[in-house]
């Protein structure tokens, strides 16, 4: 059965790093179209990042270009997402989604499976 399991939440300052993981449990990411989300206090949920299955192409929410990167490891059963000089507008909830969908230059696909999900708060 496939999961997706997110780590690294936590306080972080403005200004800041902070790395989330997606480890994916019950398939290759060869197959699997990983999403990073994010629901804010008051907003809809926004999808942040993503990366392809096969070849890995990152995609980036405008909000976020230029201050977060995506990456897969070698094996194919984790996610990174680097967060770098944080704002207090990146707090929220972060998930982890797959899709079987082929999703390049979006993130406008049907979701089919979701973490738990991982608070990150930003502090001034």
């Known amino acids: 059965q496939l999961q997706l399991v997110e780590s690294g939440g936590g306080l972080v300052h403005s200004g800041g790093s902070a790395r989330l993981t997606c480890a994916a449990a019950?398939?290759?990411?060869?197959?699997?179209?990983i999403g990073w989300f994010r629901q804010s206090p008051g907003k809809e949920r926004e999808g942040v990042a993503s990366?392809?299955?096969?070849?890995?192409?990152?995609y980036y929410a405008d909000s976020v270009k230029g201050r977060f990167a995506i990456s897969r490891d070698s094996a194919k059963t984790t996610v990174y997402l680097q967060m770098n000089n944080l704002k207090s507008e990146d707090t929220g909830v972060y998930y982890c989604?797959?899709?079987?969908?082929?999703?390049?230059?979006?993130?406008?696909?049907?979701?089919?499976?979701w973490g738990q999900g991982t608070q990150v708060t930003i502090s001034s």
């Open positions: 989604a797959g899709t079987e969908a082929i999703a390049i230059g979006t993130m406008g696909v049907p979701w089919t499976y």
């Open positions: 990366i392809s299955q096969g070849n890995g192409f990152p």
């Open positions: 019950g398939i290759n990411l060869d197959y699997l179209t």
